[in-house]
Nanobody, 115 residues
Framework: QVQLVESGGGLVQAGGSLRLSCAAS????????MGWYRQAPGKPREWVAE???????IYKSSVKGRFTVSRDDDKKQVYLEMTSLKPEDTGVYFC?????????WGQGTQVTVSS
C-alpha cells in the first residue's frame, strides 16, 4: 500500500515563493517517477512537473524557469520549489509517484497566490 502526504501549501503574494513537500510511505525500493499535478477551481487537473529515477526533470512550459522539482530517494520524498508565483498558479497541488505502471496520488495541498 502506498500513501502520499503533501505539505507546504499556503497563501502567498504574487512574486513570492513556496516549497511543497510530499512524503511517500511505501515498501517499494525503486520509485520510477515522482511529480506534481495541480487543479485550479473549475478546471481539469493538469500536469506540472516530474523527475525520473535517473534525475531527469521535465516541466510544463508555463512553470519552466520558475519551478524546480527534486527528489530524495533515501527519504522517499519529492519537492516542488516554486518562485515568482503568479495568480494563475493558484490551485490544489497533488503529488504522485509511479512504480511500474501503477500511479499513486496524494490528497493535495492548497496554493493560493494573491495579486
Amino acid at each position: 500500500q502506498v500513501q502520499l502526504v503533501e505539505s507546504g501549501g499556503g497563501l502567498v503574494q504574487a512574486g513570492g515563493s513556496l516549497r511543497l513537500s510530499c512524503a511517500a510511505s511505501t515498501s517499494a525500493s525503486n520509485i520510477d517517477v515522482m511529480g506534481w499535478y495541480r487543479q485550479a477551481p473549475g478546471k481539469p487537473r493538469e500536469w506540472v512537473a516530474e523527475v525520473s529515477d535517473s534525475g531527469t526533470s521535465i516541466y510544463k512550459s508555463s512553470v519552466k524557469g520558475r519551478f524546480t522539482v527534486s527528489r530524495d530517494d533515501d527519504k522517499k520524498q519529492v519537492y516542488l520549489e516554486m518562485t515568482s508565483l503568479k495568480p494563475e498558479d493558484t490551485g490544489v497541488y497533488f503529488c504522485y509517484l509511479q512504480i511500474g505502471r501503477p500511479r499513486y496520488w496524494g490528497q493535495g495541498t492548497q496554493v493560493t497566490v494573491s495579486s
